[in-house]
Structures are given as structure tokens and as C-alpha cells.
């Protein structure tokens, strides 16, 4: 059985870390659950206000199909993403890192904002199980959302 090639996460585009729109990378370990969906709420409610991409240390081959059942529940549809696996390039380029179980395998750059968010893996879940988590990473998304529009009302560019 052959191991399937990782596609790596997106590389730098117009906004990041030095450009003016902030750029938030979200990092778990496969890449199939967690961060999958946090991207998914803070591309929804954050439209282009900030670049989103999401990683994993190992990912997956595919995304939780529990994961794209509870996030199509409220109108987001993921099922076309694909695990992408972490690079040292996506942390330089991200303005903020949100790990979420990943550990040490995230890379460290002095200057970024690191946070991490400790939450209950779906892996393995069914879709009830699912929707508790779902909730909390939107709770929290919407909290970074509104923690990036008062940095840029503090410091415009």
C-alpha cells in the first residue's frame, strides 16, 4: 500500500504577515477535523477581513465525513477540502497560529501570535458527537474575529 503525498498548504498570498489583511493559520494533526472546520467558520464569517488556511502535522487522506455532515447542518459545505500537511512557510506567512492538538510539531517564530485550543477530537465521531465541537469552534472563531477588528482599528495601516 502506497502512502499517499501530502498536499501542502497554501504558501503566501496578498495578505500575509507583512501585508495589512491578518492571516490566521489553524493546525491539528490530521488536518481532518478541527482545523478544517475552524477555517471553515472564519473564511464564512470573515469573508476577505482575513486569510485562512489550515494544516495538519500528519494529515489525513480525507476530511471527517461526520465533520462535513455537521458543518453542511449550518449551511457550510466542505465536502471539496482536503487534508493539507503543515509547512514551515504557512507559520512564517500566518499572522496568528491556532494549534489544536498538534503539539511540538508546529514550528515556532518569534513574533507570531500563538494560541491553542484545547478541544475534543472528532476523529472516530459520529455526527452528535460532532456538533458540540462544531459549536465551541464557532464560539471561538467568532471571539479571534472580533479580536482582529480591534487591531485594526488600533492600528491601521
Not at 41 to 51: C, N
Not at 53 to 82: K, Y
Not at 89 to 100: G, H, L
Not at 115 to 120: A, G, N
Amino acid at each position: 500500500m502506497s502512502t499517499p503525498t501530502p498536499t501542502p498548504s497554501p504558501g503566501p498570498a496578498s495578505g500575509s504577515a507583512s501585508g495589512s489583511t491578518p492571516s490566521v493559520l489553524f493546525v491539528c494533526v490530521h488536518n481532518a477535523g478541527r482545523s478544517q472546520m475552524a477555517a471553515a467558520f472564519l473564511t464564512h464569517l470573515g469573508g476577505d477581513s482575513v486569510q485562512v488556511r489550515s494544516a495538519g502535522s500528519a494529515p489525513a487522506d480525507a476530511v471527517n465525513p461526520a465533520v462535513v455532515a455537521a458543518l453542511r447542518e449550518v449551511g457550510i459545505d466542505i465536502s471539496a477540502e482536503i487534508p493539507k500537511v503543515l509547512t514551515t512557510e504557512a507559520v512564517r506567512t500566518s499572522d496568528v497560529v491556532i494549534t489544536m492538538g498538534c503539539g511540538d510539531a508546529c514550528p515556532y517564530f518569534p513574533g507570531k501570535r500563538y494560541l491553542d485550543w484545547q478541544l475534543d477530537d472528532p476523529a472516530g465521531q459520529g455526527v452528535e458527537a460532532v456538533r458540540p465541537i462544531r459549536d465551541e469552534i464557532e464560539r471561538r472563531v467568532r471571539g479571534l474575529l472580533a479580536e482582529l477588528a480591534e487591531l485594526a482599528v488600533e492600528t491601521p495601516s
